[in-house]
Structures are given as C-alpha cells and as structure tokens.
C-alpha cells in the first residue's frame, strides 16, 4: 500500500531530492525522517540545523549525542548557529561553493523562548518565509511548517479554532512572499511513527520553553506551501472585505466599470461587490456610490499587504476615469455653447 504524504516523508517518494531542517531542537527530526526514508528504499540529502551550537546541544539535550552519532552514520549533514530567519548569511558559511536550492524546507513547531507575544510569532514565522523562499526550488519545492493546534488559523483547525485575528495568520504572512498554500496536514499518525524507534532516539519536538521538554503536539497540522509554479490551486483561500467610495458622473452609472478596473489591478482574482450607498453632494451635485468589495484568489497569492494596494490603485483608476469623463463633458459643453 503506497504512503500518504505526510512529515514523515514530506512527500518524498523518489531518490534526489534535497531536504534542508531547520530549528530541529535535538535533530531527532532528521534522524527519524531519514531512518523513514531509507525504509522507504529513497535516497535524499538530508541537511538538518539548529539555532543552538554544538555545545549547547550536548548540555540541554540528553539524547543528542547519541542522536548526533547516528546522523553521522546515515551520512546526515549537521550544522549549528543556523538561524532560521537568516538562512542566506548562515548557509554562506556552510556551503562556500554556492548555497544549493531545496526541494523541502522544513521547521517543525517554531517558537521563540520564553512566553512569547503573538505578534512575534508572526514575525518570526514571516521571516522564516522570507529567508527560505529565496532557496527553493520553484519546479517542485515545498516549505513545511508545523504548528500547534489554533496557531495556523485556517478552516483546517478542527481541534482548536480561534478567531483568526487570535492566530500567527500563516497564509498571510507566506503570501507576503509569493507562497500559496498547497496542503494542510494532520500530523499525529506521523509524528507517532517518527517517535517510535528501538533505541529510543525517535523524534519528538524537543525545546519546549528551551528545555529538554517536548511540545504538545496532537491535533497539530503541517502547512505545505509552494511557489504558484508547484501550486495549481491554493488551499483555504483568504477573503478580504474593503468598502470603497467612487464619483459617478451619471446617475445610471453601470457597475461593470468598476469590475473591468478591478480585473485591470489584479488579474486572476476572484470579487464580488456589493452597493452599500449612493449619495448626491448638495452643493456640487457630485454623486457617489460606496461599495463593499470582498478579493479572494486562488490561483494567484493575495496578502492582506497586498490587497491594501489594490484598493488603493482601485480609486487611483476610478478617479481618473472619472475626472477624464468631466473633462469630456466641459468640453462637449463648450463646444455646443
């Protein structure tokens, strides 16, 4: 029976791919997927990293010694002092010949230490993206990012759903770099796989408040982003909801106008508009219409950054073209005159 693709084998299911972990607590995440893999008959190159160095390893994990040896011997490439938010800068130093392009980036539970502040979360999830896209490969990679339950705030949370503004928002925060959202994924069967070992050296997410602790991980979900080459349709696709208020030079004005701008701005988005207001100025006799405009796409990204702009290029366009009517009839006016 063939596996489903989950993060015990990221969707690996032929040889030469080229795996990069980062923030891998006690690496027993690289040595789990790799034992994984190789039951799997699959050849990759696994690079596994971790923000801490060595030494800071061997004093907080128990197990990583023992760990270390065994990635040593499937031929895992380890290496420490590699922040996650600046992988161009740390890679420099590890692959002097050139930085290679990866076919799955993957960072399991990130966290900051201590009690941390949702709006870092997000920042640091954010420039996680930021720092990761740049190296992957746009035919066929993917960034895995696990989180606990609630933090993703998709449709997909079924454990724990919080109101999105409660959430690390980590489809926004992807599509700020050009990433769409290819799966969500359940992790508990996988991660109970990637546990069990006889040697006692199966994966758990170690680093929990920065200590020899595990996170809480059933009910967690991996996020699998991609490039929109390597993503056809986008998962869970983001509504956005924004009121605009437009001049109409006639009292007849025809929507559609406003769809063809739309469409100009941003090809390929889904919207729908609904009229809200019209209104008359008593003094200039200038009329408005004020419309609610809910964007979505799902087959291009759309960040709430982005989406901002939009609006923005909407009403730069209507003025215009509303402005450039005026003058048409001043002109007409002054030649009938």
Same mark, same amino acid.
Not at 46 to 55: A, F, I, K, M, V
Not at 205 to 220: L, P, Q, V
Not at 250 to 276: A, S
């Given at each position: 029976?063939?596996?489903?693709?989950?993060?015990?084998?990221?969707?690996?299911?032929?040889?030469?791919?080229?795996?990069?972990?980062?923030?891998?607590?006690?690496?027993?995440?690289?040595?789990?997927?790799?034992?994984?893999?190789?039951?799997?008959?699959?050849?990759?190159?696994?690079?596994?990293?971790?923000?801490?160095?060595?030494?800071?390893?061997?004093?907080?994990?128990?197990?990583?010694?023992?760990?270390?040896?065994?990635?040593?011997?499937?031929?895992?490439?380890?290496?420490?002092?590699?922040?996650?938010?600046?992988?161009?800068? @740390?890679?420099?130093?590890?692959? %002097?010949?050139?930085?290679? *392009?990866?076919?799955? =980036?993957?960072?399991?539970? /990130?966290?900051?230490?201590?009690?941390?502040?949702?709006?870092?979360?997000?920042?640091?999830?954010?420039?996680?993206?930021?720092?990761?896209?740049?190296?992957?490969?746009?035919?066929?990679?993917?960034?895995?990012?696990?989180?606990?339950?609630?933090?993703?705030?998709?449709?997909?949370?079924?454990?724990?759903?919080?109101?999105?503004?409660?959430?690390?928002?980590?489809?926004?925060?992807?599509?700020?770099?050009?990433?769409?959202?290819?799966?969500?994924?359940?992790?508990?069967?996988?991660?109970?796989?990637?546990?069990?070992?006889?040697?006692?050296?199966?994966?758990?997410?170690?680093?929990?408040?920065?200590?020899?602790?595990?996170?809480?991980?059933?009910?967690?979900?991996?996020?699998?982003?991609?490039?929109?080459?390597? @993503?056809?349709?986008?998962?869970? %696709?983001?509504?956005?909801? *924004?009121?605009?208020? =437009?001049?109409?030079?006639? /009292?007849?004005?025809?929507?559609?106008?406003?769809?063809?701008?739309?469409?100009?701005?941003?090809?390929?988005?889904?919207?729908?508009?609904?009229?809200?207001?019209?209104?008359?100025?008593?003094?200039?006799?200038?009329?408005?219409?004020?419309?609610?405009?809910?964007?979505?796409?799902?087959?291009?990204?759309?960040?709430?950054?982005?989406?901002?702009?939009?609006?923005?290029?909407?009403?730069?366009?209507?003025?215009?073209?509303?402005?450039?009517?005026?003058?048409?009839?001043?002109?007409?006016?002054?030649?009938?005159?």
């Amino acid at each position: 029976m063939d596996e489903e693709t989950d993060l015990s084998n990221l969707g690996i299911f032929s040889d030469n791919f080229n795996v990069l972990i980062v923030g891998d607590g006690d690496m027993s995440y690289g040595l789990s997927l790799a034992r994984h893999l190789r039951k799997m008959n699959v050849s990759a190159s696994l690079t596994t990293t971790t923000l801490d160095s060595h030494l800071e390893l061997t004093n907080r994990y128990s197990r990583f010694e023992s760990i270390h040896s065994k990635l040593i011997e499937l031929g895992v490439n380890c290496h420490y002092g590699i922040n996650a938010t600046n992988l161009q800068d @740390c890679l420099s130093n590890v692959f %002097p010949a050139g930085i290679p *392009f990866f076919d799955r =980036i993957v960072f399991n539970f /990130p966290h900051l230490c201590g009690k941390s502040r949702i709006n870092l979360s997000r920042q640091l999830i954010q420039e996680f993206f930021q720092s990761a896209t740049p190296l992957l490969t746009a035919s066929r990679g993917e960034i895995w990012i696990s989180l606990t339950p609630g933090q993703g705030g998709t449709p997909a949370e079924t454990r724990k759903r919080l109101p999105w503004k409660n959430t690390w928002q980590v489809q926004d925060k992807a599509a700020q770099v050009g990433l769409m959202l290819k799966q969500v994924i359940r992790t508990d069967a996988a991660l109970e796989r990637l546990a069990g070992s006889k040697d006692g050296l199966g994966y758990f997410s170690k680093g929990f408040h920065n200590e020899d602790r595990a996170f809480r991980w059933d009910g967690s979900l991996s996020h699998v982003f991609a490039l929109p080459l390597n @993503c056809k349709v986008c998962r869970y %696709p983001i509504v956005w909801s *924004f009121g605009v208020s =437009i001049m109409v030079h006639d /009292p007849t004005y025809n929507v559609d106008q406003l769809h063809d701008v739309i469409r100009q701005v941003k090809p390929g988005l889904r919207f729908e508009t609904m009229l809200l207001n019209k209104y008359v100025m008593p003094e200039s006799g200038i009329a408005t219409r004020t419309y609610m405009i809910n964007f979505t796409a799902i087959r291009v990204t759309l960040s709430k950054p982005e989406t901002h702009s939009i609006m923005l290029s909407i009403r730069e366009k209507m003025d215009a073209l509303e402005l450039l009517e005026r003058a048409k009839q001043n002109k007409t006016k002054q030649e009938s005159a």
